[in-house]
């Protein structure tokens, strides 16, 4: 599953990815909202923590707002994550996949390895590097 963070591209394997909703109305948090968690948010009746990639890959802060939320699960873990763009699914084989560049910078720690994909480089996040960090951040 393909979606814009930022200025950058990054994929989740579908397994992880619930689906992306339009924008919901997030609630801060006393004292702890801000940073990673940017507060909680209503979907469908059940209310999920709001985090931020940006703040958690502490990329440059995106022009675009975020206008979609990707719903993520993983390890019966569950967060609403605001991302600019959800491309959706893409296919790649895997010969298709590089490692990642150490010049990475703070992404390399969820990426596993970059996608070529349409003119743009993609980073392939590990799901379980990227869920642990989002529980720890959130403790």
């Given at each position: 599953?393909?979606?814009?963070?930022?200025?950058?591209?990054?994929?989740?394997?579908?397994?992880?990815?619930?689906?992306?909703?339009?924008k919901?109305?997030?609630?801060?948090?006393?004292?702890?909202?801000?940073?990673?968690?940017?507060?909680?948010?209503?979907?469908?009746?059940?209310?999920?923590?709001?985090?931020?990639?940006?703040?958690?890959?502490?990329?440059?802060?995106?022009?675009?707002?975020a206008?979609?939320?990707?719903?993520?699960?993983?390890?019966?873990?569950?967060?609403?994550?605001?991302?600019?763009?959800?491309?959706?699914?893409?296919?790649?084989?895997q010969?298709?996949?590089?490692?990642?560049?150490?010049?990475?910078?703070?992404?390399?720690?969820?990426?596993?390895?970059?996608?070529?994909?349409?003119?743009?480089?993609?980073?392939?996040?590990?799901?379980?590097?990227?869920?642990?960090?989002?529980?720890?951040?959130?403790?």
């Amino acid at each position: 599953f393909l979606f814009r963070v930022s200025d950058e591209w990054f994929a989740l394997p579908t397994s992880a990815c619930e689906r992306a909703v339009a924008k919901v109305r997030v609630h801060t948090v006393p004292h702890r909202s801000g940073g990673v968690l940017l507060g909680l948010g209503s979907v469908d009746g059940d209310l999920l923590p709001v985090v931020s990639l940006t703040a958690l890959m502490k990329l440059p802060a995106d022009a675009t707002p975020a206008d979609r939320i990707l719903l993520i699960t993983w390890n019966n873990k569950r967060f609403a994550v605001p991302v600019a763009e959800a491309y959706g699914v893409a296919r790649f084989h895997q010969d298709a996949m590089r490692p990642a560049p150490s010049t990475l910078d703070r992404a390399n720690v969820f990426a596993t390895g970059i996608l070529k994909w349409r003119g743009k480089t993609v980073g392939w996040l590990d799901a379980d590097r990227l869920i642990n960090a989002l529980v720890r951040a959130l403790a």
